[in-house]
T-cell receptor, first 113, second 112 residues
């Protein structure tokens, strides 16, 4: 079965500092991995994905994620956090056999001025 | 471009009443469609997904059902709501080119 885990309920970072939101995965076969962001009372917005190729994936709003096969991780990163980055972030994995997507429990990112 | 619409945005229903949440997609044909529920503002639970008209797969046994009467229409229903059905319901479609899913703005359901 495919699954992802987000070990941190909350991440606090000061504006201007780098941020990392962690995600580990468990999949059979090649992983299809995704990051989404959710602002209060809104739907999820797609940030970036890893399907194949370069392990460093760049996405929207200056975010990037690094795929690490040996550590089964797909951490979300940004070199310099903004207060407006404060939101709920979800890691997801796609089960290619059934075209279903499974989400982690979410990590709340708080960026303080 | 593809867009996804969900309505109503908010709904307050008494226990035992029926439910109908609707989702439609524009700008694509034969999309894969999904219903998720988000409880307490955190994790997403996959409820149903559909690969075509009349084809519905249920992920968890529950008080809800889904239907796909048209190619780009996905409906979440219940005959009798329970308090535990309260939550934030999200419709999603798998866009073109493949792999990524995109979400609607969600529907808040409060059962009282």
């Amino acid at each position: 079965a495919q699954s992802v885990a987000q070990p941190e309920d909350q991440v606090n970072v000061a504006e201007g500092n780098p941020l990392t939101v962690k995600c580990t995965y468990s999949v059979s076969g090649n992983p299809y991995l995704f990051w989404y962001v959710q602002y209060p009372n809104r739907g999820l917005q797609f940030l970036l994905k890893y399907i194949t190729g370069d392990n460093l994936v760049k996405g929207s709003y200056g975010f990037e994620a690094e795929f690490n096969k040996s550590q089964t991780s797909f951490h979300l990163k940004k070199p310099s956090a903004l207060v407006s980055d404060s939101a709920l972030y979800f890691c997801a994995v796609r089960d290619p056999n059934f075209n279903k997507f499974y989400f982690g429990s979410g990590t709340k990112l708080n960026v303080k001025p | 471009s593809q867009t996804i619409h969900q309505w109503p945005a908010t709904l307050v229903q008494p226990v035992g009443s029926p439910l109908s949440l609707e989702c439609t997609v524009e700008g694509t044909s034969n999309p894969n469609l999904y219903w998720y529920r988000q409880a307490a503002g955190r994790g997403l639970q996959l409820l149903f997904y559909s690969v075509g008209i009349g084809q519905i797969s249920s992920e968890v046994p529950q008080n809800l059902s889904a239907s796909r009467p048209q190619d780009r229409q996905f409906i979440l229903s219940s005959k009798k709501l329970l308090l535990s059905d309260s939550g934030f319901y999200l419709c999603a479609h798998q866009g073109e080119p493949g792999n990524t899913i995109y979400f609607g703005e969600g529907s808040w359901l409060t059962v009282v």
